[in-house]
Nanobody, 112 residues
């Protein structure tokens, strides 16, 4: 069984920065593809960023150049560094991993 625990969400002003963390525990976690989704009220869940075991990454067009996904294998943790935040980034951010594992979500609110 895999467990994912997110942290780092909160309130930030437009133009500010925030770093989300997702700590994973369980069997063969280091071999999993992991990533972040987000969902705003009334909108579909959107894939934000993905990182595979080799370190390759993909990003949604809406966040390219402003966010970076990274992985700390020693801590079994992935991060989402978000800069130049916009009100449109306001959403609940979810961590996921191979095997349909999901975190509980962490709220990010960007004020203007």
């Amino acid at each position: 069984q895999v467990q994912l625990v997110e942290s780092g969400g909160g309130l930030v002003q437009a133009g500010g920065s925030l770093r989300l963390s997702c700590a994973a525990s369980g069997r063969i976690v280091s071999l999993y593809t992991m990533g972040w989704y987000r969902q705003a009220p009334g909108k579909q869940r959107e894939a934000v960023a993905t990182i595979i075991n080799s370190g390759s990454t993909t990003y949604a067009d809406s966040v390219k150049g402003r966010i970076t996904i990274s992985r700390d294998y020693a801590k079994n943790t992935i991060y989402l560094q978000m800069n130049s935040l916009k009100p449109e980034d306001t959403a609940v951010y979810y961590c996921w991993a191979t095997g349909s594992y999901w975190g509980q979500g962490t709220q990010v609110t960007v004020s203007s």
